[in-house]
Nanobody
Framework: VQLVESGGGLVQAGGSLKLSCAVSGSTSRILAMGWFRQAPGKERDLVAAMSSGGTTYYAESVKGRFTISRDDSKNTLYLHMSSLKPEDTAMYYC???????????????????WGQGTQVTVSS
């Protein structure tokens, strides 16, 4: 599986962005996908995730502002971000688990296939 993110950029606080993650390879074996972010000097954190069955997860810090979705016909995962805050500034990564054992919740997977990331900068 190969993942390529796009859609990052500079936006003012309160604005919106839509990130895309193009997926190629053995897409039929993907059990879940997620969006992570990492700010300078901080750990990489899971922001949102979706299982192949459509179950979603959102970190508390983005609930109500971010929406994860996918278009299976385009093999693309999206992250719709609105009401952006300066603290949302980070490198955003798309990820998928190689493990093929199903989990109940998408946040329970070990995500170990990564894209190269796309930078999101929110100015105040």
């Amino acid at each position: 599986v190969q993942l390529v993110e796009s859609g990052g950029g500079l936006v003012q606080a309160g604005g919106s962005l839509k990130l895309s993650c193009a997926v190629s390879g053995s897409t039929s074996r993907i059990l879940a996908m997620g969006w992570f972010r990492q700010a300078p000097g901080k750990e990489r954190d899971l922001v949102a995730a979706m299982s192949s069955g459509g179950t979603t997860y959102y970190a508390e810090s983005v609930k109500g502002r971010f929406t994860i979705s996918r278009d299976d016909s385009k093999n693309t995962l999206y992250l719709h971000m609105s009401s952006l805050k300066p603290e949302d500034t980070a490198m955003y990564y798309c990820a998928a688990p190689q493990n093929r054992l199903p989990r109940i919740r998408p946040q329970e997977y070990k995500y170990d296939v990564w894209g190269q990331g796309t930078q999101v900068t929110v100015s105040s």
